[in-house]
C-alpha cells in the first residue's frame, strides 16, 4: 500500500516536452538526519560526499516521502534515455493571486516586489494589498525555470508566456494591444521575474569547491594522503602538483566560457524601450522590466530585441544570423486581426514571420503615418527562443556515448581487480605477521596503484588536440564531447541549396503562358515589348526585397529575380506617399529608357507623357511574406494613376497552379515542369490577379486571410533558375560513399528537382532506381494511401548491360580491390506532404522507408527534426549539415550538426564550419575517428599501465617488498605521463575507410586485445620473477651482498651495494631490480603496440614526439640496464646484478615485446577486425557475396564463417535496428513496392492499379 501510495504522489511536469520530468515531494525527518550525521562522522565525511553525488539518495537518505503540497524538498528525474536526478528545494512567497494572468482590482501605492528567485521569502508589504487578497505560493527553481503550485491539478506548471492563456491571433489585436497598467505589470513580474538572461559567473571559490569535490579529485586526494603516510612524499608532492596544474586549467577554462557566455548575454541583455501605456501614452523603462503582454514601440532606426514578441501593428526587416547562422534579412509583418487566419491559436513557431525573436536585430521598420510599429511581449528572459539557446549552453544533456559509460565500467572492472589484490594482501601479510598499520597501508595502496590517477586527463587529450586541428581547417566547435561522436557517423543528411549546391542562383530563362498555352521559351525579360507585360510586373514586385544603407537585400532568389527585371526600387518620401494612400509602400519602377527605347532623341524623352511612366510605377502596398508551410508568398500593388489593385502570386508550380484558373493553366503544365525539374533547374510559377475595384486600400490591410487574394489567379508562367552544384559536392559524396556513410538529401525544393541534383551530385547513381512515395491523405470516403511511382532513370532506358558494368567498375573498384554491391540497388523519395502522410498513417511503413529513403523534397523546419529523429530511432548514428537558416531544429537534434556559416560560433549547431562548402564533413569524421581511436589507445594503455604496475607490487608483497618511491616516480612521470600524452598527436587519416571504429570498450577485439595483452605481460613478469630465483648466484640480498664482482661489467659500476644505510621497506634487491626494468619496458611495448595508425590515423613514425620519447626511454633504460650508473641506481633504489643476468633480461624484453605486438597484429587485427567482427555490415544493413568476388575475399569469407562459428558472432542477431530491418526486408518478397501500385492505410498491404 506504502509503495502504491508513493506511485501515486509521483508527478508528471512538462509533459510531452522535451524536458519531461518526474517530481515526488519529501520533508525532512530528524532522526535520518540524525543517522545521516553519525555516518558523516563515523566516515571522516565520505558518507556526506556519497550522498551529494547521488541526489537521490541524498533525499531519501535523509527525508521521508510525502504530497508535493506539502513538501519542502522535491526530487525530480528526467524522462529521457539518461534519466538523470536533481535536488531542489520548495520556496514560498507572498503575491495577491495565484496566477499571472489573473485580472486584479489591485492598485498597489507603490512598485510591488520582483519575487525571489533564491532562499529568502517574496513577499509583498501588508499596506499595498488588501490582507484578503494575500496568498502563499510555492515555488521551486530548476535550470532558470520557475515552476509554481497549481492548486487545481495539484501539481507545479512552468509559466512560459503570453501563449498560456491559449490566445488566438484575434484576441491578441483586441486585448492585448492596449499594454497593460502599471499594477499588473508590477504582479506580472512577480510570476515572471526580471527580463534579462543573467547568466552568473560563478566565483573562484564556488568553481573550486564543485572541481575539487569530483570524485576523480577526491580520489587522488585520499592516495596523496596514503602515500604521504608511507613517506613517499616526492610522488605525492608530483600527484599534488598536476592536480593543482589540471584544477587551475579547468578552473581558468570553465571560468573564460562562462565570461564569454555572459558578455555575450549582456552585450544587449538591458537597453530603453517605450512601453504602451493605453492607445497613445508611451513611456521609457528598462527592458528588465518588461513581462508577457506589454506593449513595446520599435523605433524607426531598429534595435536589438529585448524580448520575444509578436508584431501587430507595422512592419520590420530583422536580422536572425544570431538564432539561425543566415545573413539574409527577414521581413516580419503584423500579425492577421479577422478572418480564419486571426481565429488560429497563436503559436510562434507557426507564426514565426510575426514574431520579433529575442537577440535578433531590427534594421528597420516600416509604419503607416502617424503611427507607431508595436509589437506585444510574448516571453521574457530565459524563455525566450535566445534564453533556451542559452539554457542549452549552461545546462547541456549529457553526452550519449558507450565510450563514457564503458570507461566507467572498466574503471569498476579495475576496483574488482584491485579488490583482489587487496585480500591478498591482507592474507599475505598476516601470514607473514606483519603489522597491522603497514597491513592497512599496504592494502589500500593497491587501490591507488590499479586506478590510474592520470587517466580523465590522458583520456582528453585526444579530444583537444583535434580541436584544434578542426580549428586550424576552420571548423569551430561549442561541444568538444561530440567529436567523439563524429568517428561513429553513418548517415549524413544534407540540405541542397547553398550546402550541396551554391547560394546563388541564376536566371536560366522565363517560360511565359498566354491564353492557356505556353509560348516558346525565352532567355529572359529583356525584350522591349515585355516591360510593360504582367509578367514582368511580378518579377518585379513579388519579392521581399528592402534597401538597407542604399543596397538591396533579401533572399538570394528575390534579389536575382528582380535583377533580372532592370527595375528599380525605391523607399518612397512622405510627399510620394500622398501619390498612393497613407501607406508608405515600397516602390518599383522601370528604368526610363526601357520605356522610351534608346533610339529615341533627348526631346523626345523630355516629352514622353508622364502618364506612360506612370503606368508602369507600382506600389506595394501589402505583402504576404513567402512560407515554407504554404510555399509561396503574395503581394498586392497598385500601379500609379489605377483605381482598382492587382495581386501576384509566386511560389511552387505545382501549388500555385492549384490556386489558378483551370484554363489559364497549360494542358503541358505537367510535362513541361518535370522536363526542367529532371533537369535539376529550379523552377518557380507566377500568377496574377486583377482585384475588385471596390477593395480599398483599407480593406487590404484588414484582410482576415491571405486565402482571399490567392485564389482564381491567372497562370502567367515559369521562371526557370539554375542552381549550380558547388565543385566539392561530388567528390565529397563519393568519399562518404566509399566509406559506407549513407547520405540524404533533405531540401525545401520541388522532389522532381532534387532528384535531378542527387543524380547529378552522385548521391544517386545512373543505374539506381528511384521509387516516388506519392501519399494522399484520406478525403471523404478513400482511406489515406500510397502511389508508388518509379522515375526514368538509366536502368530502364539503357538497353545494353555493358553501360551498367562500365559504371560499376568505376564506381567500385579502387585500386583493383573490389568493393561488394548491394543487390537491391534502389532509392525511395518523398515530399513533406507524403512524409506527414506516411508518418500519421502509415506508421508501420516509415522506418522502411527511411531505411533506403534518399531524397526527402518540400520538407518543413520540423518535418526536417523529425526525420533525424526518426533516423536516430532506428539507430542511426546521424549527422546533419546545412546553412543553419531552416534547420535549426535538425542541427541541434543530430548527433553532428554542422552549420556553414562565417560566423566562429553559432548557437544553431555543435560544429560550425567557415567553409562554404561541404568538404568539411569528411574532415570532421576523420578527425572524429581519430580522437576516437585514440580515446581507446589511450584507455587501453592507462589500463595496461595499471595492471602491469599493479603485477609488479603483487610479486613484490609475496617476499614482502615493493617498488620504490622513485621508481614509482620515474614509472609514472617520465614514462606515463610522456607517453600518454604524446601518443595522442597522432593526425588524423587522410582517407576514409569503410571500416568504423568501434563505439564500445567492451567489445570482442578491444577485449581481446587487453586481455592478451595482460596475459603476456603476467607470464613474463612472473616468469622473470621465478628465474632470478633460480640463478646460482641468487641470495636474500644485503647491503654487504656483492654479486657483481662476478660480472664483466663490474668496472662500470661503483660499488655502490657497500653502503651501510638499512633499507627497512626493503625495496633494494634482485626480484625488484629484475621486475622494474622488465616492467618499465613492458610500458613502452604496450604503448608502440597501441599506438595504431592506419586505417584511422597517421603512422605512429610520423608523431615524432612519441618516437622521440620512445626511443629516449628505450636507449636511457638499455643504458643503466647494461652499464649501471652509481647514482642513477641509488636514485632508483636499484641493485646491480651480473652481467649475464642483464643479458638475459635483454632477451626476455625483447621476446616480450615481439609476442605482444605479434598478438596484437594476428589475433586483433586479422582474426577478429578482419573476420569475425569485420564491418560486414553496410549502412543499409548487410552486405551479399557479389559472383565476382576475387580469391581473397572468398578465402575471407570461408575463414570468417569458421572463426564466427567458434566465437558463435553469426548467430546473435543485429544490434542496431537498421541491420534487423535490412534483413527483414531482404526476406520480404513485396518490397521494394512494384511500379503503379497502391498501398491503403485500412489494408497497409500494396494493391495492383490502373498503371501510371
Not at 586506478?451 to 569551430?476: D, E, H, S
Not at 559504371?807 to 568493393?819: H, T, V
Not at 614509482?968 to 607517453?979: A, M, S, T, Y
Request: hydrophobic share 40%; proline share 5%; net charge neutral.
Amino acid at each position: 500500500a506504502d509503495k502504491m501510495k508513493t506511485r501515486e504522489d509521483v508527478k508528471i511536469i512538462n509533459q510531452g516536452l522535451e524536458d519531461e520530468m518526474e517530481v515526488s515531494g519529501y520533508r525532512p525527518c530528524l532522526w535520518k538526519l540524525v543517522l545521516v550525521g553519525v555516518g558523516a562522522v563515523c566516515s571522516g565525511g565520505l558518507l556526506l560526499l556519497l550522498l551529494y553525488w547521488l541526489p537521490e539518495w541524498g533525499v531519501k537518505g535523509t527525508c521521508t516521502h510525502t504530497s508535493l503540497s506539502d513538501a519542502h524538498t522535491l526530487l525530480l528525474r528526467t524522462k529521457d534515455e539518461f534519466r538523470q536526478w536533481f535536488r531542489v528545494r520548495v520556496h514560498r512567497m507572498l503575491a495577491p493571486g495565484r496566477k499571472p494572468f489573473e485580472d486584479l482590482d489591485v492598485k498597489p501605492r507603490g512598485q510591488l516586489p520582483n519575487g525571489d528567485f533564491g532562499h529568502q521569502v517574496c513577499s509583498v508589504p501588508d499596506e499595498q494589498l488588501p490582507q484578503e487578497q494575500q496568498v502563499w505560493i510555492q515555488y521551486f527553481t530548476h535550470h532558470s525555470f520557475r515552476y509554481y503550485w497549481n492548486d487545481a491539478i495539484q501539481n507545479f506548471e512552468f509559466y512560459q508566456g503570453l501563449e498560456d492563456m491559449k490566445v488566438s491571433c484575434a484576441h491578441i489585436h483586441s486585448e492585448h494591444s492596449h499594454g497593460l497598467t502599471k499594477a499588473l505589470q508590477d504582479y506580472r513580474r512577480l510570476f515572471f521575474g526580471e527580463n534579462e538572461i543573467a547568466v552568473k559567473v560563478p566565483s573562484l571559490f564556488k568553481l573550486l569547491i564543485k572541481e575539487v569535490l569530483n570524485p576523480f579529485y577526491v580520489f587522488q586526494l585520499f592516495s596523496v594522503v596514503l602515500w604521504s603516510i608511507e613517506d613517499y612524499y616526492y610522488y605525492a608532492t608530483a600527484i599534488v602538483f598536476m592536480s593543482v596544474i589540471s584544477i587551475a586549467t579547468s578552473l581558468y577554462t570553465i571560468r573564460k566560457q562562462y565570461v564569454m557566455l555572459h558578455d555575450m548575454v549582456a552585450s544587449h541583455s538591458v537597453v530603453r524601450v517605450s512601453v504602451c501605456r493605453g492607445d497613445k501614452d508611451t513611456e521609457q523603462a528598462m527592458s528588465t522590466e518588461l513581462v508577457p503582454g506589454d506593449v513595446i514601440a520599435i523605433p524607426a532606426n531598429g534595435m536589438v530585441m529585448p524580448c520575444d514578441a509578436v508584431l501587430f501593428q507595422g512592419t520590420c526587416v530583422v536580422n536572425e544570423s544570431m538564432l539561425t547562422g543566415e545573413s539574409v534579412p527577414v521581413t516580419k509583418t503584423s500579425l492577421p486581426s479577422s478572418g480564419d487566419e486571426a481565429a488560429r491559436r497563436y503559436s510562434m513557431e507557426e507564426h514565426k514571420r510575426h514574431t520579433l525573436f529575442c537577440g535578433t536585430h531590427v534594421i528597420q521598420t516600416r509604419f503607416y503615418t502617424g503611427e507607431l510599429v508595436k509589437a506585444v511581449v510574448i516571453r521574457t528572459g530565459f524563455s525566450t527562443e535566445k534564453g533556451q539557446l542559452v539554457r542549452s549552453i549552461l545546462y547541456p544533456k549529457p553526452t550519449d556515448f558507450r565510450l563514457y559509460r564503458d570507461a566507467y565500467l572498466f574503471l569498476l572492472c579495475l576496483v574488482g581487480v584491485a579488490g583482489i589484490g587487496f585480500i591478498y594482501t591482507i592474507v599475505l601479510s598476516i601470514m607473514n605477521k606483519v603489522p597491522p598499520k603497514t597491513i592497512i597501508i599496504e592494502s589500500l595502496d593497491i587501490i591507488t596503484i590499479t586506478v590510474p590517477p592520470a587517466l580523465p586527463a590522458a583520456m582528453t587529450a585526444g579530444i583537444v588536440y583535434a580541436q584544434r586541428r578542426l580549428k586550424r581547417v576552420g571548423i569551430f566547435c561549442i561541444s568538444p564531447q561530440r567529436i567523439n561522436m563524429c568517428g561513429q557517423l553513418n548517415l549524413v543528411c544534407f540540405d541542397k541549396t547553398g550546402t550541396l549546391t551554391e547560394d546563388g542562383l541564376d536566371l536560366w530563362g522565363i517560360h511565359r503562358a498566354e491564353h492557356g498555352s505556353f509560348v516558346a521559351p525565352e532567355p529572359g525579360p529583356v525584350e522591349e515589348r515585355l516591360v510593360k507585360s504582367t509578367f514582368m510586373a511580378c518579377m518585379a514586385t513579388c519579392h521581399s526585397l528592402t534597401k538597407i544603407e542604399g543596397e538591396l537585400s533579401g533572399d538570394p532568389l528575390d534579389l536575382k529575380m528582380f535583377a533580372a527585371t532592370c527595375w528599380v526600387l525605391e523607399e518612397p518620401t512622405e510627399e510620394e506617399t500622398a501619390l498612393h494612400n497613407p501607406l508608405m509602400p515600397t516602390v518599383v519602377r522601370p528604368p526610363r529608357r526601357a520605356v522610351t527605347g534608346d533610339s529615341q532623341s533627348q526631346s523626345q524623352v523630355q516629352n514622353t507623357k508622364i502618364s506612360e511612366l506612370n503606368s508602369c510605377e507600382m506600389g506595394i502596398v501589402r505583402q504576404f511574406p513567402f512560407s515554407s508551410v504554404l510555399q509561396r508568398m503574395s503581394v498586392v500593388v497598385r500601379r500609379l494613376g489605377d483605381k482598382h489593385m492587382e495581386a501576384f502570386l509566386k511560389g511552387a508550380p505545382e501549388v500555385v497552379a492549384g490556386l489558378c484558373k483551370p484554363n489559364s493553366v497549360p494542358q503541358s503544365f505537367t510535362e513541361t515542369l518535370e522536363s526542367y525539374t529532371r533537369q535539376g533547374f529550379r523552377v518557380i510559377a507566377l500568377a496574377h490577379r486583377q482585384l475588385e475595384s471596390k477593395l480599398s486600400w483599407h480593406k487590404v490591410q484588414t484582410l482576415s486571410s491571405r486565402d482571399l487574394i490567392e485564389t482564381d489567379m491567372e497562370f502567367l508562367g515559369l521562371i526557370v533558375m539554375q542552381n549550380k552544384i558547388k565543385q566539392e559536392t561530388a567528390g565529397v559524396l563519393t568519399e562518404l560513399r566509399r566509406a559506407n556513410i549513407r547520405t540524404l538529401m533533405v531540401t525545401g525544393d520541388n522532389i522532381l528537382t532534387a532528384i535531378s541534383v542527387a543524380r547529378d551530385c552522385g548521391m544517386i547513381r545512373p543505374h539506381e532506381n528511384v521509387i516516388v512515395a506519392d501519399a494522399a491523405p484520406p478525403r471523404d470516403s478513400c482511406p489515406p494511401c500510397i502511389t508508388w511511382r518509379y522515375v526514368e532513370n538509366l536502368a530502364q532506358t539503357a538497353r545494353d548491360d555493358q553501360i551498367i558494368k562500365q559504371i560499376l567498375d568505376k564506381e567500385w573498384y579502387n585500386n583493383g580491390a573490389q568493393i561488394l554491391v548491394e543487390d537491391e540497388m534502389y532509392h525511395f523519395a518523398l515530399n513533406g506532404r507524403a512524409f506527414a502522410v506516411i508518418t500519421e498513417h502509415f506508421p508501420q511503413l516509415i522506418q522502411k522507408l527511411a531505411l533506403r529513403a534518399t531524397v526527402f523534397a518540400r520538407m518543413a523546419p520540423d518535418q526536417k527534426t523529425q526525420l533525424v529523429e526518426i533516423l536516430q530511432g532506428i539507430d542511426y548514428i546521424v549527422g546533419m549539415c546545412g546553412d543553419g537558416a531552416n534547420d535549426c531544429g535538425a542541427l541541434k537534434r543530430a548527433h553532428s550538426g554542422i552549420s556553414l556559416s562565417e560566423l566562429e560560433a553559432s548557437v544553431a549547431s555543435p560544429f560550425t564550419s567557415s567553409t562554404s562548402n561541404i568538404s568539411c564533413v569528411p574532415n570532421l569524421i576523420r578527425e572524429g575517428r581519430a580522437a576516437l581511436i585514440t580515446s581507446f589507445c589511450v584507455f587501453k594503455f592507462m589500463a595496461l599501465y595499471s595492471i602491469i604496475q599493479y603485477i609488479s607490487v603483487i610479486l613484490l608483497y609475496w617476499i614482502l617488498s615493493n617498488l620504490g618511491d622513485f621508481q614509482f616516480l620515474f614509472i609514472d612521470l617520465v614514462i606515463i605521463l610522456i607517453i600518454a600524452f604524446t601518443m595522442s598527436l597522432n593526425p588524423a587519416w587522410k582517407d576514409l575507410v569503410r571500416q568504423r571504429p568501434p563505439s564500445s570498450l567492451i567489445s570482442g577485439p578491444l577485449l581481446c586485445s587487453v586481455l592478451t595483452q595482460i596475459l603476456t605481460c603476467l607470464a613474463f613478469q612472473v616468469l622473470t620473477f621465478y628465474l632470478v630465483q633460480q640463478q646460482s648466484w641468487y641470495e636474500t640480498w644485503t647491503p654487504q651482498s656483492d654479486v657483481c664482482n662476478v660480472s664483466r661489467a663490474s668496472s662500470f659500476s661503483d660499488r655502490h651495494n657497500g653502503t651501510t644505510s638499512h633499507d627497512h621497506k626493503n625495496i633494494r634487491n634482485y626480484e625488484n631490480t629484475s621486475l622494474f626494468y622488465v616492467s618499465s619496458f613492458q610500458y613502452l611495448a604496450v604503448a608502440i603496440v597501441f599506438a595504431k595508425g592506419k586505417p584511422f590515423r597517421q603512422p605512429s613514425y610520423k608523431n615524432w614526439p612519441f618516437m622521440l620519447s620512445c626511443v629516449s626511454l628505450y636507449s636511457f633504460l638499455l643504458f643503466i640496464m647494461l652499464y649501471p650508473i652509481s647514482a642513477i641506481d641509488n636514485f632508483l633504489e636499484i641493485v646491480c646484478v651480473p652481467h649475464d643476468w642483464r643479458v638475459t633480461l635483454v632477451i626476455i624484453i625483447a621476446v616480450n615485446a615481439i609476442v605482444s605486438f605479434m598478438l596484437e597484429i594476428l589475433i586483433v587485427d586479422i582474426i577478429l577486425w578482419r573476420l569475425v567482427f569485420r564491418g560486414s555490415q553496410g549502412a543499409n544493413g548487410p552486405r551479399e557475396s557479389s559472383s565476382g568476388d576475387t580469391p581473397q575475399v572468398a578465402n575471407d569469407s570461408w575463414g570468417a564463417l569458421f572463426l564466427s562459428r567458434l566465437f558463435c558472432q553469426r548467430n546473435k542477431p543485429p544490434k542496431v535496428l537498421y541491420r534487423h530491418l535490412a534483413l527483414e526486408l531482404q526476406e520480404d518478397a513485396d518490397w521494394p513496392p512494384k511500379p503503379s501500385t497502391v498501398t491503403y492505410a485500412a489494408e497497409a498491404q500494396p494493391h495492383i492499379s490502373a498503371t501510371l
